[in-house]
């Protein structure tokens, strides 16, 4: 007997697989086997991940974020992926995903379902924020309003190559396609983390995507692209619906993005 088919749920109008473990995935759909196995590593630089000056960054900061100790924000919930080196935090209302957890976006339509785009150990903001069957097919698929995650950038010459390629794909893979010409990709930034880490980042929205569907709407993404301690790109994302009434304020997105750290044993055990 074959096993189970992973459960998913819609990303607008595109597929979001959730992978409970990657033994089962491997088995049951290639495609995202591959990429919870690629996630293990390879291709890694030998240079390694700039970090600021000790005397620029906050002490308590970097004590918080080493040892494995709790949540840089009061109440936040810490999030890891080990197999990346990356730890941040998230409010208490976003549902954290396991660390083996997987969701990306497809071409509509592709079979195969082979990803554009994938982020791991994702947290959830409102993960049934708008609930459709569209294509009548007795099925009700949910939309999440927002989620946070990481991945690896294997193939990245540059964080901010990495950082406008991740951000931009994921808007059109879960709001615009198959129309690319909606999106205004943001100038790459110099950023800073809390604990030091420093990268690039782009933020990428899209305007008038056509309201076919009950959930459709227009999106925005930032991701945050840089090194990890064995100096393979990185990057951290968050992607969300734009232009809604409970849209996540960017200063929001800025605090969550501060808290981005390199992973170390024991984070996550809060």
């Not at 569209?134 to 990495?162: F, I, R, Y």
């Not at 909606?182 to 800073?192: A, D, F, M, S, V």
């Amino acid at each position: 007997m074959g096993a189970p088919e992973p459960p998913r749920r819609s990303w607008n109008r595109t597929t979001v697989a959730a992978v409970a473990a990657a033994a089962v995935v491997v088995v049951a759909c290639g495609v995202t086997g591959f990429l919870v196995l690629r996630d293990d590593g390879g291709g890694t630089p030998d240079t390694k991940p700039t970090a600021a000056d000790a005397s620029s960054t906050d002490t308590t900061d970097r004590t918080a974020a080493k040892g494995g100790s709790g949540p840089l924000v009061p109440g936040w919930n810490t999030v890891v992926n080990p197999k990346r080196g990356i730890t941040f935090d998230a409010p208490g209302s976003w549902s954290r995903q396991s660390p083996d957890w997987v969701s990306y976006v497809a071409e509509k339509g592709d079979p195969e379902e082979k990803p554009l785009v994938a982020m791991m150990a994702p947290a959830v903001l409102k993960e049934k924020w708008c609930t459709s069957d569209d294509d009548k097919n007795g099925t009700q698929e949910d939309t999440p309003l927002a989620s946070v995650g990481t991945t690896g950038e294997k193939g990245a010459k540059s964080t901010a190559e990495a950082a406008e390629d991740t951000a931009k794909t994921w808007v059109y893979g879960a709001y615009t396609q198959p129309d690319s010409t909606r999106l205004t990709i943001g100038e790459p930034e110099t950023y800073r983390t809390k604990s030091g880490i420093e990268g690039s980042l782009v933020t990428v929205t899209s305007s008038g995507v056509p309201k076919k569907g009950t959930c459709d709407s227009d999106g925005k993404a930032v991701t945050f692209a840089f090194k990890n301690a064995e100096g393979a790109f990185v990057s951290w994302t968050y992607v969300g619906a734009h232009g809604v009434s409970d849209e996540v304020p960017d200063a929001t997105i800025r605090e969550i993005l501060s808290t981005v750290r390199l992973y170390e044993e024991g984070d996550g055990d809060d």
